[in-house]
């Protein structure tokens, strides 16, 4: 059988480099931020568990845990497995608990230990006899009808958007380096072949090498690494039209979300399939077939192939293996129309060493979130030097803390800070700098 490269790997820039850490020199405001942040997690109490079916037992991947009432908030791994931090001085606060298709699920937080939290989710369930939909004998044929649709359903002009971009890199639960940005996306339609371009409008970022040790990871592919999985968009890197067929495709239990009934849909690879493919769950509008969100993960059949489809450098003394890669993306409506909204990419790597007893993990998150949009009725597109790479690396290109007239005072910045939070302030620094006639954004 002729071995080939999955498409979200040859293609996206899911990539991480790996190599011999040259001296570097720190900047003084990186470390500062590192050291408030080591100072912070000190008045933190941590809860860790995890999230799961309650009928199944299985694990819930990107299931949302949120502390009521603020925005201290995380999600789960590809294990369902999840870890919050809470001020101490919080006491009398409830823990929301919510996944897709499931019912929420309110915990009081003097109830949580610690660790070993586990939380079991019920899902929301409808009974589809009750509705007056037409029920697809195929699940197969009903992804593909969603795939054949995106020129009904989504976006058909030209978009001009905003958004906010987040990318961090851990040793095993340590923050090492995060990078902040917003960018420009000018979105072109759903059915366009021409690619999305992408704008780099304020950037910046915190890293801590002492903690590197000798290996420094690096994401390459920046906010593309978000962008790239809008599945409606770009469908050649999950579904191609010869590789579709080569998956499972099954009706889940249906549900209702915002008042519309969704059908979900299980896919995995056929057994007979040996190279690295995708199992996850697609949610489809019932009434228009309607991708409303999807999330997935990378099956690691063989580790080797897996790590060929993302590591370009390494040391030589070192093997580097993926052990989680899992993505999400969630659609927005806006008049009928539909439009990539928000998605996120976690990896972890394990890095084996020749005669050593003790390995190293890393794991990389990358999420972006569309804070604003606006047709593009001129056509605007930026000039290829104006565009960033969908090689960029954004610990490279982020430019530190120089423009604190941007940043204003969150110029240090907070790990542990939900996305919703951190794109409240984006929203309004943008606002301002548009007021004051800085440079500008759709």
Same mark, same amino acid.
């Not at 803390?401 to 941007?406: A, E, G, I, L």
């Given at each position: 059988m002729k071995q080939r490269v999955t498409p979200v790997a040859s293609k996206i820039a899911v990539v991480a480099l790996i190599w011999l850490l040259a001296l570097v020199s720190i900047p003084i405001q990186d470390l500062h931020a590192f050291q408030v942040d080591q100072q912070q997690e000190m008045s933190y109490t941590q809860y860790k568990g995890e999230? #799961?079916?309650?009928? !199944?037992?299985n694990p819930l991947v990107f299931a949302n845990i949120a502390l009521e009432g603020s925005n201290i908030s995380t999600v789960t791994n590809t294990e369902g497995k999840f870890l919050l931090k809470v001020p101490e001085n919080t006491s009398n606060a409830n823990?929301?608990?919510?996944? #897709?298709?499931?019912? !929420?699920?309110?915990?009081?937080l003097n109830q949580m230990r610690a660790n070993k939290n586990k939380i079991e989710l019920d899902v929301s369930v409808t009974r589809l006899a009750e509705v007056n939909v037409t029920i697809p004998k195929s699940a197969e044929k009903?992804?593909?009808q969603t795939l054949d649709r995106k020129g009904e359903n989504y976006f058909n002009d030209a978009t001009l958007m905003t958004a906010f971009y987040r990318e961090t890199i851990k040793k095993r639960k340590r923050n090492i380096s995060l990078s902040e940005a917003v960018v420009n996306i000018y979105k072109t339609p759903y059915t366009s072949s021409k690619r999305d371009a992408v704008q780099l409008f304020k950037a910046r970022k915190s890293t801590d090498y002492s903690k590197l040790d000798t290996v420094a990871l690096k994401l390459q592919g920046g906010p593309f690494n978000a962008l790239y999985v809008d599945i409606m968009k770009y469908p050649e890197y999950i579904f191609t039209s010869d590789r579709i067929s080569e998956y499972r495709f099954t009706f889940?239990?249906?549900?209702?979300?915002?008042?519309?009934?969704?059908y979900v849909v299980n896919f995995e690879q056929l057994p007979e399939i040996t190279e690295p493919l995708y199992r996850g769950k697609l949610f489809i509008d019932a009434d228009k077939k309607i991708l409303t969100s999807a999330i997935y993960s990378l099956n690691i059949t063989d580790k080797y192939k897996a790590s060929k489809m993302f590591v370009r450098r390494k040391p030589k003394n070192a093997k580097v293996f993926p052990n989680e890669v899992a993505y999400r993306v969630d659609y927005r409506e806006k008049d009928g129309?539909?439009?990539?909204?928000?998605?996120?990419?976690?990896?972890?790597?394990?890095?084996?060493?020749?005669?050593?007893?003790?390995?190293?993990?890393?794991s990389m998150t990358a999420e972006m979130a569309v804070t604003d949009w606006e047709k593009n009725t001129k056509g605007n597109f930026p000039k290829s030097k104006e565009r960033i790479k969908s090689t960029i690396i954004m610990s490279d290109e982020a430019l530190g803390?120089?423009?604190?007239?941007?940043w204003g005072e969150y110029n240090i910045?907070?790990?542990?800070?939900?996305i919703e939070s951190a794109i409240k302030k984006i929203q309004r620094q943008l606002k301002r700098s548009r007021t004051d006639g800085g440079a500008s954004a759709p």
């Open positions: 999230v #799961l079916d309650s009928q !199944t037992n823990v929301l608990v919510s996944f #897709l298709g499931y019912k !929420t699920k309110i915990i009081p009903l992804v593909r889940d239990r249906s549900t209702r979300i915002n008042d519309k009934l969704i129309r539909w439009y990539y909204g928000y998605s996120n990419v976690l990896l972890e790597f394990k890095v084996d060493w020749d005669r050593k007893l003790f390995n190293s993990v890393y803390f120089s423009d604190p007239d941007f910045i907070e790990p542990e800070k939900s």
